[in-house]
């Protein structure tokens, strides 16, 4: 396991070296908005295949460094990189196809279930939505339920199966259980735990320390829009202190 963290700058590993290169590097990169500084010379890299959170503090920056991973957000100054080739190049339909977002609220874009999961793939047969519903933890029976009536993580369970339906390889999850009943948290944790092992790369953002422990392997620290601290989840001490 490669950690290096050092100061000034500082900068963070979090790639396994035995088994995952990093799918992004981010290079000093600092966002400002507004005449606010919301990130600060952010160098660090986040490895393919495991589930890497954010976490820190409210305010600390966590969404925005989500954000430029699939240029919802452009650095100030700085490199993000996706597999060495910075982002600045990168076609942005093609790179969200590939690196996919998911908000906290579900949101289901059509009336069935089928008709969800084929909003970005008109293409999908009953045969691999059938099966898109089986790899998130739900009844392939249940394709052809209307999307009203859903559970809170049922639907955002859903939105993961249309999301996995352009076969992405990264997936940034902003709090996506933030809107859901203790329940069905675990229930999409469990399934973000199951395509972390099928070999997708999964970025978190979590508020919910217990949460961060149980999902990631590796674990970014923000705080004032600075790298607090990096590294495997269980060598983290802000999420021993939190909750
Ligand atoms: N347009 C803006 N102008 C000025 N400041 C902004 C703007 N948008 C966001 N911010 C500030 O940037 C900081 C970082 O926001 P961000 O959403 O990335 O933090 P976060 O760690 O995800 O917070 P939270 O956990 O509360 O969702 C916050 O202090 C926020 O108020």
């Given at each position: 396991m490669a950690i290096h963290v050092i100061l000034q700058p500082m900068e963070a590993d979090i790639t396994d070296a035995h088994e995952h290169s990093p799918v992004?590097?981010?290079?000093?990169?600092?966002?400002?908005?507004?005449?606010?500084?919301?990130?600060?010379?952010?160098?660090?890299?986040?490895?393919?295949?495991?589930?890497?959170?954010?976490?820190?503090?409210?305010?600390?920056?966590?969404?925005?460094?989500?954000?430029?991973?699939?240029?919802?957000?452009?650095?100030?100054?700085?490199?993000v990189r996706f597999h060495g080739r910075p982002l600045t190049g990168a076609d942005v339909l093609a790179l969200r196809r590939r690196v996919q977002l998911l908000s906290q609220q579900p949101v289901l874009l059509t009336t069935h279930i089928a008709d969800d999961l084929r909003v970005g793939?008109?293409?999908?047969?009953?045969?691999?939505?059938?099966?898109?519903?089986?790899?998130?933890?739900?009844?392939?029976?249940?394709?052809?339920?209307?999307?009203?009536?859903?559970?809170?993580?049922?639907?955002?369970?859903?939105?993961?199966?249309?999301?996995?339906?352009?076969?992405?390889?990264?997936?940034?999850l902003?709090?996506?259980?933030?809107?859901l009943d203790a329940a069905s948290a675990r229930a999409v944790e469990h399934t973000v735990r199951d395509l972390v092992a099928a070999g997708l790369a999964v970025v978190l953002v979590s508020h919910n320390s217990p949460q961060a422990r149980r999902v990631a392997d590796q674990v970014l620290v923000l705080d004032g829009g600075r790298l607090a601290d990096s590294g495997p989840v269980d060598r983290i001490s802000y999420l021993k202190e939190g909750t």
């Open positions: 992004f590097t981010l290079d000093r990169v600092t966002v400002r908005r507004g005449g606010a500084l919301l990130l600060d010379a952010v160098s660090c890299r986040i490895a393919g295949g495991a589930c890497t959170a954010l976490v820190g503090p409210s305010g600390a920056g966590k969404s925005t460094l989500l954000r430029l991973l699939n240029r919802l957000e452009e650095p100030g100054s700085g490199t793939r008109p293409d999908l047969d009953d045969r691999r939505a059938a099966g898109l519903l089986g790899r998130v933890g739900l009844s392939p029976a249940m394709l052809d339920r209307p999307t009203a009536g859903l559970s809170g993580g049922e639907a955002q369970r859903v939105c993961l199966a249309r999301a996995l339906a352009l076969d992405p390889e990264v997936l940034l902003d709090e996506p259980t933030s809107a």
